[in-house]
């Protein structure tokens, strides 16, 4: 299941990354500076990889996501596809760009218009990008509807006719039509039941195996990124704070972060809910601290957490953690991979 990570040959290096949202510029007075969403985030993810992004809600996983695929412009840093740098362009010229990058919606229905059947919904794209064949359109369609598990029959029908797993699914066809590189999932699972869940993850890793597809897989739903995932991001106010394989995440993390997260989890297995978690609630926008921005609800932290701020560095192999204290932290029990 595990695909090899190697940073060299990424598909996808995103160096210093930050985007800062509510910049304005007042009528009286000087510039206000915004909040900094993403916070100088570094990733790679490899050709035919399935990355987990985790962060409570708010941590800036979707600003991530709306910034590699262009629709948020970054402020600093680079993004690097597939060798190629995209980085520093306005919105529009950074959508173009980055057209190997598509963007599944946690509700698809929310983007297909109610009043055009599934086929039309879908051809929209190929028609913005100069496909100006409806026979090729309409056999893409009905291709990628197969690709899905669904009847290219399907094409025909409208929204309101289906139920959410299947809209699930052809919201997974419309960004297959356009034969996308790396396909950013934002909580792909969110409220649909365990069977259909268990159905659409098994769909993911189908179309990953046939396809060669890669994966940003974005969630809050630890149970999922476990079942799914070969690596995991665990992301804090807009910080990347520990990458690890998944078996090793779960089994020994390194950030107390992570930790914490693991032990407020209601679905892992219940050798994990020995561990801590995490205090109080995160500081509000723009008042993010000083130094490690967890310290002050890290059970672990120290003067000097507060003054520096900690860099990504590896504890070992493809483990890289974010934490002062890392190297003095008591271990943690271990879990089976399940």
């Not at 039309?120 to 990008?129: K, T, V």
């Not at 509807?145 to 289906?162: I, Q």
């Not at 934490?323 to 943690?332: F, T």
Request: charged share 25%.
């Amino acid at each position: 299941m595990t695909a090899a990570y190697d940073a060299n040959g990424a598909i996808l290096q995103v160096r210093g990354l930050v985007t800062v949202l509510g910049r304005q510029r007042p009528l009286v007075g000087r510039r206000s500076a915004g909040v900094r969403a993403v916070d100088g985030v570094d990733l790679d993810i490899a050709p035919g990889e399935i990355l987990g992004l985790v962060g409570e809600s708010g941590c800036g996983k979707s600003t991530l996501a709306r910034t590699l695929l262009g629709v948020q412009r970054e402020s600093e840093g680079n993004i690097v596809l597939d060798g190629r740098s995209v980085g520093g362009l306005d919105p529009g010229e950074a959508r173009r760009t980055r057209g190997d990058i598509q963007y599944v919606h946690q509700d698809p229905g929310a983007a297909l218009d109610p009043w055009w059947s599934i086929g039309r919904s879908l051809e929209e794209g190929l028609a913005i990008r100069g496909n100006r064949s409806p026979a090729d359109r309409e056999a893409r369609v009905r291709r990628a509807l197969s690709e899905v598990g669904l009847d290219p029959a399907t094409a025909g029908r409208y929204p309101h006719e289906l139920s959410g797993g299947q809209l699930r699914r052809v919201g997974i066809a419309r960004i297959l039509v356009l034969e996308p590189r790396l396909v950013i999932l934002d909580e792909p699972t969110a409220g649909l039941d365990l069977s259909v869940q268990a159905t659409v993850l098994r769909l993911l890793r189908d179309l990953r195996a046939r396809l060669g597809l890669t994966y940003l897989f974005i969630s809050h739903d630890l149970s999922v990124v476990r079942r799914l995932c070969d690596r995991i991001a665990i992301m804090y106010l807009g910080r990347i704070v520990e990458t690890a394989a998944t078996d090793l995440a779960f089994s020994a993390p390194r950030h107390p972060y992570t930790r914490a997260l693991l032990a407020a989890s209601p679905r892992l297995d219940s050798e994990l809910v020995q561990r801590v978690p995490v205090m109080g609630e995160p500081p509000k926008p723009g008042a993010i601290p000083p130094g490690c921005a967890f310290h002050p609800r890290c059970r672990y932290a120290e003067p000097h957490c507060a003054r520096s701020r900690p860099v990504l560095e590896s504890a070992e192999s493809s483990h890289l953690v974010s934490c002062l204290r890392w190297r003095d932290l008591p271990a943690e029990p271990t879990a089976s991979a399940t």
